[in-house]
């Protein structure tokens, strides 16, 4: 199975500030990994898929990097509600595996 | 407007069963595949099952295969998910959801992201 593996477990920051999260592959996974967004109580949200793709609605300060093995999400100007967790995904190969989370939270 | 709406979670004794269901409207669910992911409390996500658009392609966890089967029936708009030998460890917010079709393609779950989600249905496996 390909493990997923997020950096940082949870970060601190302040509004206005530019934050990026990484997540490694195990194996070569292409460029076939998501990221989501989730708030307490809520279903998580789709930001970015094939890596580097913004879904629809998705605000621009979001964006994706990476292909093979190591990924990041940055969100450039972090905003009041962008406090949440934040997962990766790859879908290249069976089982379908999530990172461990990134919690972010306010200072 | 996409709808996922989960049903069928409740409290088990462990060893026991319970059939999750997810109606889908919105969209043409019978060109779809459909993931199951659950959560447990406190703790991340965990994909524990996904199928085909047609269901006959089906695809497990390790921590699930041989206890649980995904369904569909695409004449009901429904998605399935049959837990049998339920565990403690299987107490989790299951939330079903729907593929995102990339460059036309819908129909399996590898390649591709899950855009819409359901609320979830809460399983407790507790004696």
């Known amino acids: 199975d390909i493990q997923m593996t997020q950096s940082p477990s949870s970060v601190s920051a302040f509004v206005g500030d530019r934050v990026t999260i990484t997540c490694r592959a195990t194996q070569d996974i292409s460029r076939w990994l998501a990221w989501y967004q989730q708030k307490p109580g809520k279903a998580p949200k789709l930001l970015v898929y094939s890596a580097t793709t913004l879904q629809g609605g998705v605000p621009s300060r979001f964006s994706g990097s990476g292909s093979g093995t190591d990924f990041t999400l940055t969100i450039s100007s972090l905003q009041p509600e962008d406090f949440a967790t934040y997962y990766c995904?790859?879908?290249?190969?069976?089982?379908?595996?999530f990172g461990q989370g990134t919690r972010l939270e306010i200072k | 407007e996409v709808q996922l709406v989960e049903s069928g979670g409740g409290l088990v004794q462990p060893g026991g069963s319970l059939r999750l269901s997810c109606a889908a409207s919105?969209?043409?669910?019978?060109?779809?595949?459909m993931s199951w992911v659950r959560q447990a409390p406190g703790k991340g996500l965990e994909w524990v099952s996904g199928?085909?658009?047609?269901?006959?392609?089906?695809h497990y966890a390790d921590s699930v295969k041989g206890r649980f089967t995904i369904s569909r029936d695409n004449s009901k708009n429904t998605l399935y998910l049959q837990m049998n030998s339920l565990r403690a460890e299987d107490t989790a917010v299951y939330y079903c959801?729907?593929?995102?079709?990339?460059?036309?393609?819908?129909?399996?779950?590898?390649?591709?992201?899950?855009?819409?989600w359901g609320q979830g249905t809460l399983v407790t496996v507790s004696s």
């Open positions: 919105g969209f043409t669910f019978s060109t779809y595949a």
């Open positions: 995904q790859q879908a290249n190969s069976f089982p379908v595996t």
């Open positions: 199928i085909s658009d047609s269901g006959f392609s089906t």
């Open positions: 959801a729907k593929r995102r079709c990339s460059n036309g393609v819908c129909s399996t779950i590898l390649r591709g992201a899950s855009e819409d």
